[in-house]
């Protein structure tokens, strides 16, 4: 019990002890012994006013104090000679106030005092009293009975207030945690929403059905609108963005992050913008797939600065052009000039034939340097693409390969898009070399097969090969192995397969052949 409430219960209790002493039969008089006891009664409630809170809630402290009120009231009681009277209610109270400030440990002691002394006096008041009179067979058991009844409902009443306290602090304390995780989960979202607002990359988002759950500044940028108009929306019913939600399909079925591809989409102005995308699937708490995030990076500028270093490349070889080409030309020129005035000189039918076939050979000679120059020199913005089924194009081509043996495998489908013309030009350059670099029992090997997204078409020839020099400079505008070539044949053929955006690989070993293979991006059912 707290010393301020302990200290009110025993003023009260003083007052009604002076009260009774006031009115009993001997009565209170100034400084007789019962003035004097309830004189030192009344003083000793302002001494223990002074005693630390931290001693007086000792058990051993609390004991002594209702020891001395129970003494102070039997002493005033035979001072008053209130054993005749209803004094002896007294002692109901100050047990009842022992049991509410302690435990029953506490109070049975002050009870068995109490008992021992009432009976006592009850005795020296009334010496013939009998132990089974009423006053004493009654009134003690009682006394047990206060002190028990009041020390358990002391006991619950603490035991209640301290589990409505525990009660109230840890609602305190939990709602303490909420606030502070609402705080945290608010920081937090603000420092994630900094982060992926910062990057430079374009970041979407989207559940497992194809709602767009996160999108950052960049990626709205790309997409050619406001974050707000994409938030919420599913990307299977925004136009333009096919081929973006197929990789993040395909991602979120295999639950196995995609390398880096290229695709395009169309942006909210219906513009063509490339883009480089990759795919990671996201995982809820419970480890099942919740989505996927992509990562997208405009390629637009890039691919603008590849076509320029591109054609900054060709200009480059002007100069060697120049000189190349006077060189070439001038001696198909000298040819055409020489039997032109031979023609006119003579009358002999097969020589006017031999001068005739000559011309027109050098006059043959010229084109195909001209086209060889204007086809490489010619910058495409883009191509116009169509579906083309690759093998039937090759099987068209290699038809009349007259002593040449052509073997064309593989079961896949080899539907691509670009431009029939440009890819005639490409694998008819690839199977003329091959056909110039064997000699005996030509044969080509012709095999389709897919690798991720590309579309692989794989030419192999039993040649005499090349060395790895020749290999690595292959490409070079001019450079040729052949006596009458022009150079240009695998340059055109570089620039077909970059402008359909595929690449090119050839492998060769002197003595055992070449093979080349084609990766052009295959068209997905």
């Excluded at 270093?309 to 030309?329: N, P």
Aim: with cysteine; aromatic share 8%.
């Amino acid at each position: 019990m707290k010393k301020r409430i302990l200290l009110l219960l025993r003023f009260v209790l003083i007052l009604a002890t002076i009260l009774m002493m006031t009115y009993s039969r001997r009565g209170l008089h100034l400084l007789s012994p019962g003035y004097l006891v309830a004189l030192l009664y009344f003083i000793s409630n302002i001494v223990f006013y002074f005693i630390p809170e931290h001693k007086f809630s000792r058990p051993v402290v609390t004991f002594a104090i209702f020891l001395i009120d129970i003494i102070a009231i039997s002493l005033a009681i035979y001072l008053a000679q209130g054993m005749q009277t209803d004094f002896y209610l007294i002692y109901f109270l100050i047990i009842f106030i022992a049991s509410v400030g302690q435990d029953l440990r506490g109070s049975i002691p002050i009870a068995v005092v109490a008992s021992f002394l009432y009976g006592w006096l009850l005795m020296r008041t009334n010496p013939g009293t009998s132990i089974f009179d009423s006053a004493i067979l009654i009134r003690i058991p009682f006394i047990f009975i206060v002190s028990i009844i009041s020390s358990y409902w002391s006991t619950e009443i603490r035991r209640e207030l301290s589990e409505k306290k525990e009660l109230e602090n840890f609602a305190r304390r939990l709602e303490q945690e909420i606030a502070k995780m609402a705080a945290d989960e608010t920081d937090l979202k603000s420092y994630h929403d900094t982060v992926i607002n910062s990057v430079a990359s374009g970041v979407i988002a989207v559940s497992k059905d194809g709602t767009i759950t996160t999108i950052n500044p960049e990626a709205a940028r790309v997409l050619g609108a406001s974050q707000s108009s994409f938030m919420d929306k599913n990307i299977k019913d925004i136009e333009g963005l096919e081929q973006m939600w197929d990789k993040m399909r395909e991602v979120i079925g295999s639950n196995t992050p995609s390398d880096r591809i290229q695709i395009s989409i169309k942006n909210a102005d219906d513009e063509t913008i490339p883009i480089g995308l990759s795919v990671s699937p996201m995982s809820s708490t419970n480890a099942t797939i919740s989505g996927c995030v992509g990562i997208l990076r405009d390629l637009s500028d890039i691919k603008a600065l590849e076509a320029k270093l591109r054609h900054a490349e060709r200009l480059s070889y002007l100069g060697k052009m120049a000189s190349w080409v006077a060189h070439e030309i001038r001696n198909p020129l000298t040819a055409i000039d020489g039997f032109s005035q031979l023609l006119a000189k003579t009358r002999d039918q097969d020589k006017l034939k031999a001068f005739s076939t000559e011309i027109h050979r050098g006059t043959q000679r010229i084109n195909h340097i001209i086209d060889d120059i204007l086809t490489f020199a010619r910058t495409k913005t883009h191509i116009k693409a169509v579906d083309i089924h690759l093998r039937g194009l090759i099987t068209q081509l290699t038809e009349n390969m007259g002593n040449v043996r052509i073997f064309i495998s593989g079961d896949v489908d080899t539907l691509i898009k670009g431009e029939e013309e440009s890819l005639k030009s490409l694998f008819n350059n690839l199977i003329s070399n091959s056909v110039d670099a064997m000699d005996k029992d030509p044969k080509i090997t012709i095999k389709f097969y897919k690798e991720d997204q590309w579309l692989i078409t794989e030419l192999a020839d039993n040649g005499k090969g090349m060395s790895d020099e020749t290999v690595q400079r292959l490409f070079t505008p001019f450079f040729t192995t052949k006596s009458r070539g022009t150079g240009l044949g695998l340059a055109i053929v570089k620039k077909i397969v970059d402008d359909h955006g595929g690449k090119l690989e050839i492998e060769s070993e002197e003595g055992k052949g070449t093979t080349c293979r084609v990766y052009l991006p295959a068209v997905e059912e």
